[in-house]
């Protein structure tokens, strides 16, 4: 499986950036893609989810301001962050929970990550 995250990039205090994490491989469904994120610091924590029905979860630090979203035909998900604050500077990486397409277990999958820098 293969997860390639991107998006990332430097932003000013308000501006807006939309991450991409596309999933491919021994696929036979995808449960669920999450969006994490580690700041400098500090522990890595759950942003927002998304399951395979769309229903979605978010931090209570985004709720309002970020949106998770999925195509199911490109096994892609996608994280819209408005609004963006110095606060939300973060690698952020996206993890599939899915189906393997041989087995058929399930397994969690975690994808390389993508700088966020939010400054002026």
């Known amino acids: 499986v293969q997860l390639q995250a991107s998006g990332g990039g430097l932003v000013q205090p308000g501006g807006s950036l939309r991450l991409s994490c596309a999933a491919s491989?021994?696929?036979?469904?995808?449960?669920?893609m999450d969006w994490y994120r580690q700041a400098p610091g500090k522990q890595r924590e759950l942003v927002a989810a998304?399951?395979?029905?769309?229903?979605?979860n978010y931090a209570d630090s985004v709720t309002g301001r970020f949106t998770i979203s999925r195509d199911n035909a490109k096994n892609t998900a996608y994280l819209q962050m408005n609004s963006l604050k110095p606060e939300d500077t973060a690698v952020y990486y996206c993890?599939?929970?899915?189906?393997?397409?041989?087995?058929?277990?399930?397994?969690?999958?975690w994808g390389q990550g993508t700088l966020v820098t939010v400054s002026s």
């Open positions: 993890k599939l929970k899915y189906t393997n397409l041989h087995d058929l277990y399930e397994y969690d999958y």
């Open positions: 491989g021994n696929i036979f469904s995808i449960n669920t």
């Open positions: 998304i399951t395979s029905g769309g229903h979605t």
